[in-house]
């Protein structure tokens, strides 16, 4: 009963057009199918076509005259005044998150890099982290010339495995860099019980992950320090941005420092900081987006919660796996587990294919774990790896690098779709998908033709 459910609507709707005959459907239960409708990539006509959800950044005319309004006063730089749109901003932002402070930045990893500098992590120290992430995870690691120390996934939510993190821990390692991968909460509770244990810090990349919540708290605000980015794709988005929050007020004080370039906010220079500052046309966008923000952030879980409903008894493809406590995501990605068993042995890539001709946006996302790409070489050829850490360690460092579960997900497992637009589409829209992944399904002894 529960399988035709996932297949019944589209078929009402062309089963007047159609030849209907009874196939295999998902699972065991029976399903209707048209045997006319072959896959759109081998001829047949697609399920749906063009753009999922709204164009992509956020535009409206609040946005618009926030910016028109910073340009025509003139305050285009923070430092001109306490009560810009970056300062407002922050309140703002911090407000809406529940935090006590926070600290804009030109990006997110700027974000990241500021909370690095600012907990004092260094050459020679070392910071563990996900392989399954924007560089910028990494990449604000490598500018404090700290070790970035990848380990592996748990293969059904894409996020750290816990154990994988404290296997890794030695007495350099300063600090755990959870990434809530696709805007769903990492296993925090283990990871908190691990930091902990160990007296080290946790810096949340929440990049993706803006409102979601969880076991009672915010995601950003259940480590130490949490970061956000505004890059052009995010859920909130000014082209490029990020911010940092925290409810330590010192702390939050050491990253107003680092990211003004070491000066602090009465005008001392007093530590090594880059030039980190959002500016003003910046906080503009963000403070004209921000009010419906929180409204989309409930949209894109509806409907992520909708398409779960849809695929849960559907083992070709399984949704992200989330901890228990987990009351909501950002979702940047709605992400799913491929498993070819279920489509006659077809390779992901041959269902990428087929879905993409039924006109369903899903794709691959992170093309190669981290561990993978050439960074990894060019510092350990550098001096300062070389002065700071053993032979013994880098080598053991370079043999780390080998991340099974990341692989299995970058190379077979990982089919997603972007959600800061596509999410916000109409309910008839995420049908259409459930029915174009069950037409897929449904001709799967056909993909061996692709
Ligand atoms: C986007 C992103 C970053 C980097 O943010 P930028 O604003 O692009 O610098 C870091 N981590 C994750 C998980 C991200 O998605």
Known sequence: MKNQEFSRRK????????????????????????????????????????????????????????????????????????SGTVPT?????????????????????????????????????????????DFGTISAILTSRALPVLVDLDPDSYQLDPDEVEKHINANTKAIMPVHIMGVPANMERIMAIAKKHNLKVIEDSCQA????????????????????????????????????????????????????G??????????????????????????????????????????NY????LKDFPGLRPQKHYPGTESGSYYHYAMSYNKEHFNGAERSQFLKAI??????????????????????????KKEYKTFFSPKRLKEYKESMNLKNCDLITDQTMVSMWGSGTLLAERSELDKIVDAIHKVHENRDQLSKI
Request: contains cysteine; glycine residues 12%; proline residues 4%.
């Open 11 to 82: 078929f009402i709707k062309t089963a007047a057009l159609t030849t209907v005959t009874a196939a295999a459907g998902l699972g065991s239960a029976p399903a209707i199918s048209s045997s006319k409708e072959g896959l759109a990539v081998l001829g047949g006509k697609a399920v749906r076509q063009g753009r999922i959800g709204p164009s992509w950044p956020y535009i409206d005319d609040k946005v618009i005259e926030s910016v028109m309004k910073t340009t025509k006063s003139g305050i285009w730089s923070r430092i001109q005044s306490a």
């Open 89 to 133: 901003f922050e309140q703002h932002f911090a407000k809406v998150i529940g935090s006590q402070y926070c600290v804009g930045t030109g990006s997110g990893t700027q974000a990241l890099s500021t909370c690095v500098e600012a907990l004092n992590i260094g050459p020679g120290d070392e910071v563990i982290t996900s392989p399954y992430t």
């Open 210 to 261: 803006p409102f979601a919540r969880y076991q009672g708290k915010a995601i950003g605000l259940i480590g130490d320090l949490g970061c956000f980015s505004f890059q052009a794709s995010k859920a909130i988005a000014c082209g490029e941005g990020g911010a940092v929050v925290g409810n330590d007020e010192n702390l939050l004080n050491e990253c107003f420092t680092v990211q003004n370039r």
């Open 263 to 304: 000066a602090n906010k009465q005008g001392k220079n007093e530590r090594i900081g880059p030039k980190y500052r959002m500016n003003e046309f910046e906080g503009a966008v963000l403070l004209g987006q921000l009010e419906g923000a929180k409204e989309r952030f409930e949209i894109r879980n509806a409907n992520a």
């Open 307 to 310: 398409l779960t409903s849809k």
């Open 356 to 381: 993409a001709a039924e006109g369903v946006p899903f794709g691959s996302y992170i093309k190669n774990g981290l561990h993978r790409e050439p960074w990894v070489d060019t510092i350990l050829a």
